[in-house]
């Protein structure tokens, strides 16, 4: 896209107040639902989601309360004040001296609300200590445990859906990135990279395609990177990146993703160095057929238990169910990892505006992981990868 001037467009990150507006608006409607007078959240994303407020979360509160009619109101010590407001948030700002401080810091809240009344949900995310508080400031209210703010994350509005593609276009460039390191230093004849100094440049390379192409950009943790993995690490799921440099012959692992506007994205595909053996390949391609099956189940109505079922069934049918470790996927959003869950255990129909991920794998220990992930939306008639590196083994190797 190009400005009227012939010059690139700036993509934005932050969401503009009536988007903030229609989010509130729906968490609105589900207090009503349930017939809560208000709503109170202390988790980090949920304030984020509600107010478009991001902060480094800590010791010192920080909270919002919605009700059905009226502004929301965020709690922030006084030293994050000037913050919030720089940020735009979207609510009436109220705040405290200091935590622990000689006054309870939920108390500023309580008066703003004139000391509610009434079913007060509150999240269920909140901590035993930070509860106490609460309820210390709000004492006559009777409190409601709610996932209703969860739940509304679940659908993403369409401008939620533009954040999540440009952070997919983002993690197919480091992808990328990752692969031409590796096959730069191929060419070269010396040492192949690490796993760290994969990650090192990936991350780069993420972070700075954000600041040189966006305005206004969002941190939150991580902002780029991801998990790279080869040989034998790659057989621990969620492996750390270590010092270990990778050699011909191997399997390795991108784990990679970023957030834009604070809305995440992951991608990861396995490669090989070199000639695949035919243990290589049969392993690849069964989680390819299993990442397949998967992304034609995720659709519309469709029980993410189910689509579990479906997708891990290949790797089953395959004689391979031995060497699972974990479900299908999980729903990202503001974060990482968050429900629903494409589990045995999770029986949430699907619905169009749900961005879920799609990561089958299989882990021989002394040998290798395998694992192919896209985020996918889901649409009115099934579901769409927002990533789009290739996933097939062909294209995943790199020959040394």
Known sequence: MTTTTGT???????????????????????????????????DPEDVAYLTGFFHHPGERPVAVLLRPEGSAVLLVPELERQHAQEQHARAEIVSYAEYPGVENPFA??????????????VTTLITQHRLALAQGAFTAAQWVPTELVTRARYRKLPEELALHREAA???????????????EAVAAGGDLPSEQELVRHVTSVGTATMYAEHDDVVVVSPL????????????????????????????????????VGGRFVEGERTFVLGEPTADQRRYHDTV?????????????????????????????????????????????????????????????PLE???????????????????????????????SQPLTTYPRALDDCVIPV
């Open 8 to 42: 690139p467009a700036r993509f934005r990150q932050r969401l503009p107040a009536d988007v903030l507006d229609r989010l509130q608006d729906g968490v609105r409607d589900r207090l009503r639902a349930q017939d809560l007078d208000a709503v109170l959240t202390d």
């Open 108 to 121: 500023p809240l309580a008066r703003a609300a004139g000391h509610l009344r009434g079913r007060l949900g």
């Open 169 to 183: 276009r983002i993690t197919d460039l480091m992808l990328t990135a990752g692969v031409a390191l590796v096959t």
């Open 224 to 259: 780029a990177g991801g998990l790279v993995y080869a040989g034998p690490n790659s057989a621990i799921p969620h492996g750390l990146p270590s010092g270990y440099r990778l050699r011909p012959g191997d399997t390795f692992m991108l784990s990679l993703g970023c957030a």
């Open 288 to 348: 390819r057929r299993a990442q397949a099956e998967g992304g034609r189940a995720i659709a519309p109505g469709v029980p993410c238990a189910a689509s579990n079922a479906r997708c891990l069934g290949v790797i089953r049918d395959a004689g391979l169910g031995e060497y699972l470790r974990h479900r299908q996927g999980h729903g990202i959003g503001l974060g990482m990892h968050e429900p629903p869950w494409l589990e045995d255990g999770d029986e949430t």
């Open 352 to 382: 169009a505006g749900m961005v879920v991920s799609n990561e089958p794998g299989l882990y021989m220990p002394g040998h290798a992981g395998y694992r192919i992930s896209d985020s996918m939306v889901v649409t009115a008639t099934g």
